[in-house]
């Protein structure tokens, strides 16, 4: 096994556990359906283990989380400050149980983004976390299939890979052929990359989590 460290994004990161340089594992779509209550819990979880880092203790989980949370799941974590990224890290497939993935996930995004200094104890009152839990990856046969909105986005040609997730195009404001080049740039390749055939194409979705307004 190898970790791969790719830039993805507007500023994402991913990290992929994958086996040399294997394909991502496909699948059909996928919803958690998660409750107001298994939500809670992943931001409590996120919050929880950023404040033990920086406090020198051990990462806390609960002993017994609910079955659905212990399904393995790819997701990223996003933290905000003050309306700005502070640090993005995830993983692309599913190879840990969600709620072990969030805790992990937002540890790195917080403290091992090296795009940022590691997150300072005062800097957490005012941090926002965001989880985005992705489905399966599909490979994309005809690029109309692609939804901006819907999708997310993963290429990949001999040893470039690259990955936008669903939220970036709609931010963005672009459309399916935009979304397509810059994901093709954001994998180091000439943005017309996506009309090789050689270029694999990847799609998938996100259920894009928002913590909770801070009483």
Known sequence: MSWLVTRVGLGFLLISLLTGLASPILGGEKSMHLSTADQEL??????????AHLKGEEDPLPPAPPPILAQ???VFVSLHRRGCLRGCIGYLEAVQPLITAVQEMAVSAAFRDPRFPPLREEELADLDIEISVLSPMRQVKDVEEIQVGRDGLYLERGMCRGLLLP?????????????????CC????PENAW???????????????????KK
Request: charged share 25%; aromatic share 10%; hydrophobic share 40%.
């Open 42 to 51: 992943l931001f409590r979880v996120a919050r929880d283990s950023i404040k």
């Open 72 to 74: 393995p799941m790819g």
């Open 167 to 183: 939220q970036v195009a709609t931010q963005c404001g672009w459309d399916r052929v935009t979304f397509l080049k810059q994901t």
């Open 186 to 189: 954001k994998a180091g390749l």
């Open 195 to 213: 009309e090789d055939p050689a270029t694999r194409i990847f799609s998938f979705t996100a259920d894009i989590l928002h913590e909770p307004p």
